[in-house]
Structure formats: structure tokens, C-alpha cells
């Protein structure tokens, strides 16, 4: 399967350790290792982080072709603190490099030119303008492609308006059981079982299925109506 995957990779930068992360990287090293051919779009900065993030990237498989150095701004980075509870917290700083990713003429051909099935996308990068518009370009340049959503909802970073022109863009709807409740609350609808809210938003999209994960739990697929 071709798989262009756009958006954030950043560092999660705990009390003794960074990680790099974010869920358009993640998403496209695990696709990658199981065998799909990936193309990763994102920006870093011009610094210790974004050196650090390119070797990463190819460390792991993944072309860093698509990869854009950003001057203005910082590699993207996300400060974790644990409560005493074991639960994290985010701080996101931004505006970061990944919020100004770009692609070349040269690049958009080559893209057209790969012919992918699937394009990913979540909605942190999404909260970016530059970053929505390039990935609504795609959609119209590659009329055939499938999108997956990643609803990744981190608080001040994602909003009503946003949430739905993704939606309306989606073939598939990926989210974690606390987010179907935000989502609920976002759209004003009454807090839902998690069968009840996959019907709805499957119905008012007209998605072709949404996947729940449920931490321990496993997680949740819904297609074809069960």
C-alpha cells in the first residue's frame, strides 16, 4: 500500500529524557515496518533538534526527502509532565517549524507521480492554515485518495470548525475512547456509548469506518455498521 502521511514529528521532552514523537511520525515509522511504502511530509528547524530529528527519521526507515528546514522556527518540541496520578500533560509550544512545512513543484509531481491510496493527516498540524491548505491541495491533486483522520485532541489545539472540514475530507476516523466525549461535548451532542458514537459519526460524515482506541482495553473498529 502507498501511504503519504503529513504533519508534525517533534520531541516530547520529559524531566530526564526526549522522545521523538508525534502521531504523523509515529504513525508512519509503524506503516513503513510493516510494509507499506511511506512518504513522510513535516518541517524541522535549524537546530540541535532538527539535526537530531532528520537522523531519527532515517534511522528509521523513512525517506527525508519530503522533510523542509524551517529558519524562522523551532523544531517542534512538547514539554510532558506526569501528575502524581501517573496521567500526562502537554504543553505544546508553538508556533514551531512544522506549523510552516512546504513542498516543492518538483515534490507535488513526484507525489502525483507515486500515486498513493492513502493520505494521513491528524489535527494538531491541521490548526495550521499553511499546513491545511497544502494538504487540501493534495486531496484536489489526488482525487482517488483515501484520508485517514487521527483526531488527536490536545487541549487549545484544535477547534469545532477545524474538526469538521477534516471530517468532511475523511474516509476513515481514528480516535481514543476520551475523545469520542470531547467530541461529543464539541458538537453539543449528549455523551454517547462508544457503538452509539460511531454510528452517528459515521452517519453525519459519511465515513467508511472509525477505529477506538481503548488503552488497556484493546480498541473498538466499526465498519459496515457493527
Not at 502521531?23 to 524541522?44: C, K, T, W
Not at 528547524?45 to 523551532?74: F, M, Q, W
Amino acid at each position: 500500500m502507498k501511504i503519504v502521511s503529513i504533519g508534525e514529528v517533534l520531541w516530547d521532552v520529559y524531566p530526564n529524557q526526549d522522545y521523538i514523537g508525534g502521531s504523523p511520525f509515529n504513525f508512519s515509522v509503524h506503516a513503513n515496518r510493516l510494509g507499506h511504502d511511506v512518504l513522510f511530509i513535516s518541517a524541522i528547524g535549524v537546530d540541535k533538534r532538527g539535526k537530531l530529528a532528520l537522523k531519527t527519521i532515517h534511522d528509521h526507515g523513512l525517506s527525508t526527502k519530503y522533510i523542509n528546514e524551517v529558519k524562522e522556527y523551532p523544531t517542534g518540541y512538547v514539554d510532558v509532565i506526569i501528575d502524581v496520578d501517573g496521567s500526562p500533560s502537554y504543553n505544546i509550544h508553538r508556533p514551531a517549524a512544522y506549523d510552516y512545512l512546504s513542498l516543492t513543484p518538483e515534490q507535488i509531481k513526484d507525489i502525483i507521480s507515486f500515486q498513493p491510496q492513502w493520505l494521513y493527516f491528524g489535527s494538531i498540524n491541521q490548526m495550521s492554515s499553511i499546513v491545511r491548505n497544502l494538504t487540501n491541495k493534495l486531496i484536489r491533486l489526488l482525487p482517488k485518495i483515501r484520508c485517514f483522520f487521527d483526531m488527536n485532541l490536545r487541549n487549545g489545539h484544535y477547534s469545532l470548525g477545524i474538526i469538521k472540514e477534516l471530517l468532511e475530507s475523511s474516509s476513515i476516523l481514528k480516535l481514543n475512547s476520551h475523545e469520542t466525549q470531547i467530541c461529543c461535548e464539541l458538537f453539543g451532542k449528549k455523551s454517547m456509548e462508544l457503538e452509539d458514537y460511531c454510528k452517528w459519526i459515521v452517519d453525519e460524515f459519511k465515513l467508511e469506518g472509525v477505529c477506538i482506541t481503548m488503552g488497556s482495553k484493546g480498541c473498538l473498529t466499526y465498519f459496515d455498521g457493527k
